[in-house]
């Protein structure tokens, strides 16, 4: 299984290997059902956003230039509200490399405690392969 890995990547990601994003936060990521009582707080997809994000870069220097990663899966629990203004810190540790996929348990927390915990999961591509399959759905 790991023949693949290694033809289709320039390294393979280590288990326990760890990306950091530090993300301040803006009007732009909260709620969109803000106001009227309900308080600035940060959205869900923006969060996974910046899950994603943590992740890719995790592993962005094993892939050759022509690869990207892209998420497959997500299972995560929003844990907890963050108000606009505050620093998102994101955690993304890698927990197994199978083939083409990379498994992460991932996390933010804000200044006060963790907001989202749980894991997810990349594939990597080709650019050139994605690009085409792309463009045969727009016909």
Not at 5 to 33: C, N, Q, W, Y
Not at 37 to 66: C, K, N, W, Y
Not at 90 to 95: G, Y
């Amino acid at each position: 299984p790991y023949t693949t890995l290694f033809r289709s990547m320039k390294s393979r990601p280590r288990i326990g290997e760890v990306g950091e994003l530090a993300i301040p936060t803006d009007m732009k990521h909260a709620v969109e059902f803000a106001g009227d009582g309900m308080p600035a707080v940060v959205s869900t997809p923006h969060l996974v956003g910046f899950l994603e994000r943590t992740a890719r870069q995790t592993i962005a220097s094993h892939l050759d230039a022509d690869e990207r990663s892209v998420g497959i899966e997500l299972d995560i629990r929003h844990l907890a509200p963050t108000p606009v203004g505050q620093t998102i810190h994101c955690r993304a540790q890698v927990i197994a490399v199978e083939d083409r996929k990379v498994t992460f348990q991932i996390e933010a927390r804000d200044q006060h405690e963790i907001i989202v915990r749980g894991l997810h999961k990349r594939a990597v591509i080709r650019t050139e392969s994605f690009s085409r399959r792309v463009k045969e759905k727009l016909g």
